[in-house]
């Protein structure tokens, strides 16, 4: 039963209460603290976050006080949030493992006064003129969560009486290119865009359900659909010990919601076909379960293939799932576009997306699936309380989930929210049917030396479905020709260059590939190369590999057609 019923909570601090009131002994949390999983209900995490607002007062925060929290997925970090939000503090979610010198950058430009931690800082870290450091696991030179609670020395602190449209939060852009901005979202904000999916998604929000959250919560689709919809829905929340963790997670903890990225998915197709490439006969038999199910799902299956599908699924779609835990029964995924192919091959072995579209600017969720709809082209229907127009193609919003601004940037603010109060997102799509469909950036696209106009992301999409490609970056802005940089175990650049081009046989003729850069990799969020939503720093790889990527084009090569390209 959702939270948000009727009178719901006008700020987000509320939301647990709220919780509370309606289901306070049912299970909230579990997380692994090393030892054993602990579990918290609803009530016991009341208490959690009592005890935190006393200390947040005990160190003389205020509202209005930035509060930074730059950790793993725990319920500390929850607990951490909540807390901090019911006293009007403005919580500033930092990615664990972006580099030093980018978290000192975020830390600094928002005025951070105390961070939370659950490792060492960095010395840039240390020296942002910080307040204080508290560490949720032991740390050498830094306060332990255990000793900071402690100091409150029993006392108590009432949530704060503050206004909807407040600050509730700095979220950091991991941008693709240059310093991340700080996207101001208030209360009102996401709280607006909690009811909104409840709304379009009621057949979920009724059920029992139990979370698995291992994106980070620094993203926004994590922290609204996995912290915040949880507790308006009073799912239980269970944290992955980390991703090397994650498939016995899941199980372990046999998750109804799984909230995701596409690239998770990607390499779990990648997985399963190097495994069938030793038997082809197992091979054929995925692919036919694939395709049974896909007709199924579509509607489109006749009697006899209807009873093949339940055959096909009992042998190949039931031991996929169970690889999942066995219970998922849907997978929010957002946060980057999905190639169509992948959404077909999981759906036709019983996986259920709800796949949806939005920014971090928009807290975040734009658009998403209603269960009833069967297309996987598109990215969902628009949220009822938002309004979609578009400039040119470009998709452009509006409504009470849209962002205050940027944070101390005036200028881009301007710029991205114009005098209508529409948020110009940079993505570019078509509304049909109600549905919504992306069809590529409004500033990442390729254009040709002949003018020809590349979407490369369509593009990568298409040349990471061969397994042979871990990553992939289409470069070739006004060059003759595209060219591939390509992480990979092969070395033969020919090779690969035939493999890319196999994966383009439905694209135009100009989008072949005429040069290939295999490069060492691969490319991570640690070294920089992707951002903390799994993104990759397209400006960032290229001034990375700037002076390869004109050795490619100054150097004659053959393409595939026999034609020396340049």
């Not at 999916?197 to 980070?216: D, W």
């Not at 040119?392 to 944070?407: A, F, H, L, Q, T």
Request: net charge positive.
């Amino acid at each position: 039963m959702s939270a948000l019923k009727g009178q719901g909570p006008a700020t987000l601090g509320g939301l647990l209460a709220h919780r509370v009131a309606a289901t306070g002994d049912e299970p909230a949390y579990r997380g692994y603290d090393g030892v054993r999983w602990r579990t918290w209900t609803w009530r016991a995490a009341g208490r959690e976050v009592a005890g935190l607002r006393a200390a947040f007062t005990a160190s003389g925060l205020r509202p209005g006080d930035r509060v930074g929290i730059c950790a793993y997925n725990a319920p500390e970090w929850v607990f951490c949030d909540l807390a901090a939000l019911s006293l009007g503090l403005t919580v500033v979610p930092l990615f664990f493992n972006d580099r030093p010198e980018n978290i000192a950058y975020c830390l600094k430009d928002a005025g951070v006064r105390w961070l939370f931690v659950d490792r060492p800082p960095a010395t840039e870290i240390q020296d942002c003129g910080l307040q204080g450091i508290v560490s949720f696991k032991e740390a050498r030179g830094v306060v332990s969560f255990r000793d900071w609670l402690a100091a409150a020395d029993g006392r108590q602190a009432a949530p704060a009486d503050h206004d909807p449209e407040d600050l509730a939060t700095i979220v950091y852009t991991s941008g693709t290119t240059g310093r991340p901005k700080g996207v101001m979202l208030s209360h009102r904000n996401i709280l607006a865009n909690v009811g909104a999916l409840l709304t379009a998604l009621p057949e979920v929000a009724v059920e029992t359900h139990r979370f698995l959250s291992f994106l980070p919560l620094s993203h926004m689709l994590e922290r609204t659909v996995g912290e915040y919809v949880a507790i308006a829905m009073g799912a239980e929340t269970v944290f992955s010990r980390g991703i090397a963790e994650l498939g016995e997670d899941l199980r372990i903890v046999r998750p109804t919601i799984l909230v995701s990225v596409p690239k998770v998915f990607e390499r779990t197709y990648g997985k399963m076909q190097e495994e069938l490439k030793a038997s082809p006969r197992r091979q054929r038999l995925v692919a036919r379960a694939s395709a049974l199910g896909l007709a199924v799902y579509e509607g489109r299956a006749r009697r006899f293939e209807r009873l093949s599908a339940w055959f096909t699924d009992a042998l190949v779609g039931r031991a996929v799932r169970r690889r999942l835990g066995g219970k998922l029964r849907y997978v929010f995924l957002g946060g980057a576009p999905v190639a169509p192919r992948l959404l077909r091959f999981f759906t036709g072995l019983g996986l259920r997306f709800v796949q949806g579209y939005g920014l971090t600017e928009t807290a975040p969720v734009i658009s998403c699936n209603r269960l009833a709809d069967r297309d996987l082209a598109s990215v969902g229907r628009p949220l009822a309380n938002l309004t979609l127009r578009f400039v040119k193609d470009e998709i452009c919003v509006k409504g009470p989930s849209v962002m205050r601004g940027y944070w101390n940037l005036p200028e881009a603010t301007a710029q991205a929210i114009d005098a209508e109060g529409y948020f110009h997102t940079g993505d570019l799509g078509r509304l049909e049917g109600g549905l919504l469909y992306l069809t590529g950036r409004a500033k990442d696209i390729i254009v040709l030396s002949n003018g020809e106009k590349v979407a490369p992301a369509d593009v990568e999409q298409a040349i990471l479905q061969d397994p042979a490609f871990e990553q992939a970056l289409v470069v070739g802005e006004g060059r003759g020709a595209l060219a591939l940089l390509a992480v990979s175990d092969i070395v033969d650049e020919k090779q690969l260059q035939d493999r890319a081009n196999d994966q383009l046989h439905a694209f135009p003729g100009y989008t072949r590939i005429c040069h290939v850069l295999r490069v060492s990799g691969p490319w991570t969020t640690e070294n920089g190369f992707l951002t903390p939503t799994l993104k990759v720093r397209r400006q960032w790889i290229e001034e990375r590999y700037a002076a390869a990527i004109e050795a490619l084009y100054t150097a004659p090569r053959v393409a595939s057609d026999g034609e020396v390209a340049r």
